[in-house]
């Protein structure tokens, strides 16, 4: 889905990398506003048409017996990666031209659910968890209850990763 959208939106589907490309100073303040909107209005959809199909959603929640404040660690450091590496391989100027950056992302995606989805629920998106946990609420299926984990570990991370960027490029 990068690939399929970066020569429209840049590819941004997730409002923590949104943040972070806004504070590491590559998107206008005016263009914040619809792309968080537009992410989340997309994660309801995609939510429903789920629901639609299955009779149920994936919201995210911590694993079971997980405590909350692990779960906002792992979505915290990961989230703090996922934006870390769209900084380098899709802003830096050494990295102008790449093709590698949907790759990179991707992976990084992968390998983050892998090492703590079974911690968090694994989301490093607040649009994904938004989507899902509105349809829920909807349906009188869910509680918004672990939805803060999501908002408040992703987009500190996402604000994180753009300021070590900026910390630790000066040029860029």
């Known amino acids: 889905m990068i690939y399929a959208s970066g020569h429209i939106s840049g590819g941004h589907l ?16 005016k263009d914040v506003a619809p792309y968080m909107v537009s992410q989340v209005v997309g994660a309801v959809v995609g939510a429903y048409v789920v629901y639609l199909l299955t009779g149920r959603t994936f919201s995210p929640t911590p694993g079971e017996s997980v405590e909350a404040w692990k779960a906002l660690i792992a979505e915290f450091l990961f989230t703090f990666a996922l934006v870390t590496v769209v900084l380098n391989v899709a ?4 990295m102008e031209g790449n093709f590698i950056y949907g790759l ?4 990084t995606v992968l ?9 968090s629920g694994g989301a490093f998106n607040p649009a994904v968890a938004m989507g899902p946990t509105l349809i829920n609420a909807a349906f009188g299926n869910g509680t918004f209850s672990f939805l803060w984990i999501y908002l408040v570990g992703c987009f500190s991370g996402g604000a994180a990763a753009a300021y070590m960027f900026k910390f630790l490029n000066q040029e860029s």
């Open 14 to 29: 997730n409002p923590a990398v949104t943040l972070g490309v806004f504070l590491r100073g590559k998107m206008e303040s």
């Open 104 to 107: 990179a992302i991707g992976f």
């Open 111 to 119: 390998t983050s659910a892998f090492c703590v989805g079974n911690i």
């Open 91 to 94: 802003t830096a100027k050494k």
